[in-house]
């Protein structure tokens, strides 16, 4: 919806990198780069928090590549922080890519 922001994370194993926009797919702020640890995870969720108060969104849902198991601390976590999660199939990141 027009309330919400979308993040976008490309997963590694040691940093992970994420993107966000907004419903119309305009990027909102700059990416940013953290740790894949608690420490990158509470960097990464202040800064979802803050592009939502700047931009005045109300929500957030952040979309990530399931890569090998480098994905699974992040999504725990971001799901017990009440973030909405959701895995995006490789392939149509792929085809994405391409357009």
Do not use: C
Request: charge should be positive.
């Amino acid at each position: 919806t027009n309330r919400h922001l979308v993040v976008g994370i490309d997963i590694a194993q040691q940093f992970h990198v994420a993107r966000a926009v907004n419903y119309r797919g305009i990027v909102v702020g700059h990416p940013l780069t953290f740790e894949n640890n608690d420490e990158g995870f509470t960097k990464f969720l202040s800064w979802i928090k803050e592009l939502k108060r700047i931009n005045r969104l109300d929500t957030a849902i952040v979309g990530m590549e399931p890569t090998g198991h480098y994905w699974l601390n992040l999504s725990k976590w971001l799901v017990e922080q009440n973030v909405e999660v959701v895995t995006v199939n490789p392939h149509l990141v792929k085809r994405n890519k391409e357009n």
